[in-house]
Every structure is written in C-alpha cells, then in structure tokens.
C-alpha cells in the first residue's frame, strides 16, 4: 500500500487482526493470507486507481512467474510491477532486488 491510512491498507488491518500494522504496510504476508486478498472480492474496491495497477501487476506475477508455470513474457512481467511500485513511492525490498537481479538466472535454472 501507498500509506498506512488508505482504504486499502485499513481493509488489509480489518481482514487480518492479528498481524501488526507495520507487518500489513512493509507487505509481511504468506501464501495463505494472499490467497485470501485474491480472493477477496471487497479488497479491489478500496484501491486508488495507482494501488490497483499495482496490484494487478502483482497478482499477474504470482500468477503467470511464482507458480508452478512460467509465462514466456515474465520479463515484461515483473518489470511493470517494479515500475508500478516505483509510481507509488515504494523502496525494492530485498526479495525484489533479488528477482529483478536474477531473472534470467532463475529462469534458466528452473528450465534445467
């Protein structure tokens, strides 16, 4: 999220209680609780037209390059992610140095 006091982020701390505020706007989630916000029909309705493109860019990586089948055009994938995070103000974490660092890397090594 973009800051603490969207209606995304607020949306994100009502759906989880029991994580930390700072976990849900650094974006601390696991597998379980993202499959959840995929699924959660109300959560896309309170992200400003900026979240949103970042969030369909995300939910188009762990779609189409994190799963099991690896898109041909993953490159092209990741980087609207990064350039949407980027619009929004958000710093690389450093699994997302990681990936964009090595996706040709990975890629080869998952093919092999």
């Known amino acids: 999220m973009g800051k603490t006091n969207s209606a995304g982020c607020l949306h994100l701390v009502g ?13 601390v989630f696991v597998g379980p609780h993202i499959r959840q916000v995929f699924r959660d029909p109300d959560f896309e309705k309170t992200l400003s037209e900026l979240e949103m493109s970042a969030w ?3 939910k188009w990586v762990c779609e189409n390059f994190l799963g099991n089948k ?4 993953y490159r092209e994938g990741v980087e609207t992610l ?3 995070y980027e ?3 958000c710093h690389m974490s450093l699994k997302l140095h990681f ?4 996706l040709d890397f990975s890629l080869r090594t998952l093919v092999l």
């Not at 690896?70 to 055009?73: E, G």
């Not at 990936?99 to 090595?102: A, K």
């Open 15 to 27: 759906k989880f209680p029991k994580l930390s505020e700072a976990k849900i706007k650094e974006g």
């Open 56 to 58: 369909n860019s995300f």
């Open 70 to 73: 690896k898109s041909s055009n």
């Open 82 to 84: 990064l350039n949407a």
């Open 87 to 89: 619009k929004m103000g």
């Open 99 to 102: 990936l964009h660092s090595h």
